[in-house]
């Protein structure tokens, strides 16, 4: 009797004891690693940068008369140009931001349906290389700036070229166009656009050879 009672403690004390185990919860799961909120934030900007390098290749790997088309994707409404001749339409014309901008593209084309023309020794002379628009793109999470190559004829070297190099900056935001700077300055004499509002122009008609003359 003593032995019967003896195994049916231990028996009711291993299955206590099993009860025990299958109830007991699972070991806590291994914490996740801490977030580097450095690396992520430098992770980002990066891709800021990247998107602003394409963003310069949109504009200026194309003709100046696609650009407009390209500007009017890319520009805020709130868009503010400081270069002087953007500034003096915009004034003339009473209007300002992207739609002053594409105001002051179709102005340009239909005042020059056959290209635009060569101007003053550049027009009698041999035609200049065509340089290379996106010499350089240097870009920021919220900025980038675009260094162009252009050639002018050498004064000491008839018939040669020298590079020269100009540039475009501008302002970012949400992946939007929102400011933008250059070295322009105002043409001496003013061109008629810049005188008198785009509404009141006299403008050309396109001439059957400009397929050949077209200058983008």
């Not at 004829?153 to 008839?158: N, T, V």
Request: with cysteine; proline share 12%; glycine share 6%.
């Amino acid at each position: 009797m003593a032995k019967l009672t003896t195994g049916l403690l231990i028996g009711v004390g291993a299955a206590l004891a099993l009860s025990a185990c299958a109830q007991a919860p699972p070991p806590p799961a291994p914490a996740a690693p801490p977030v580097d909120q450095a690396a992520e934030a430098a992770k980002a900007q990066m891709m800021q940068v990247d998107q602003n390098k394409m963003i310069a290749q949109q504009l200026f790997s194309v003709s100046m008369a696609q650009r407009a088309g390209v500007l009017a994707k890319l520009e805020s409404p709130d868009y503010v140009d400081h270069n002087p001749m953007f500034a003096l339409f915009d004034k003339l014309n009473n209007v300002s931001g992207s739609a002053g901008m594409q105001l002051f593209f179709t102005t340009l084309q239909k005042l020059n349906p056959n290209g635009m023309p060569r101007q003053g020794a550049a027009a009698r002379g041999p035609k200049p290389p065509d340089g290379n628009p996106l010499f350089q793109v240097v870009a920021g999470p919220d900025s980038f700036t675009v260094v162009h190559e252009q050639f002018r004829p050498d004064p000491s070297a008839h018939g040669s070229f020298y590079p020269v190099f100009t540039f475009d900056a501008f302002k970012v935001a949400n992946g939007m166009l929102t400011e933008h700077w250059d070295g322009a300055t105002l043409p001496t004499p003013l061109p008629v656009f810049l005188r008198v509002p785009a509404d009141k122009l006299h403008y050309p008609k396109p001439s059957k050879a400009s397929a050949h003359h077209r200058a983008d």
